[in-house]
């Protein structure tokens, strides 16, 4: 499946996301600003680009393989949807589980963006459910081994 993503760079700066290797799910999506970001704290990171994703998908914000191990730093939403009639610059909230500041450098790698098919949904008012093995069975119902 093929989609043509369109993207607008809202400065001279900005980068246009792009995938690291051949065949990766997500495209890095760069910083176009710099912060830091305290211990505990959270910070919106500019972008400098706005989509218009194709028709009928959505564009999910993930975080950083690399930033979450080496600095603890991740995306607080993950992960972020950025719907398909969205407009604006995209920003990306990241989050330091760190012990130290971290500090987000211009045209630093981010965040990845995965773009993903959103399914049309129906919704049906029933009165019953059919029954399943799980039933009604919450949180940690599957145990840990």
Partial sequence: MN???KIKLL?????LPKQANKGDAGLDVFSSEEKVIQPGEAELIGTGI???????TEAQVRPRSGLA???SVTVLNSPGTIDEGYRG???????NHGKTAFKVEKHMRIAQM?????????I???EELSNSKR?????GSSGLK
Avoid at 135 to 139: A, H, S, T, V, Y
């Fill in 3 to 5: 989609y043509n993503l």
């Fill in 50 to 56: 706005s989509l218009e994703l194709p028709e009928g």
């Fill in 124 to 126: 049906t008012v029933v």
């Fill in 114 to 122: 995965v773009i993903a098919p959103v399914p049309k949904v129906e």
């Fill in 135 to 139: 039933g009604e069975k919450g949180f």
């Fill in 11 to 15: 400065h001279n700066e900005a980068i």
């Fill in 89 to 95: 610059e995209i920003k990306i909230i990241l989050i």
């Fill in 69 to 71: 191990l080496k600095h």
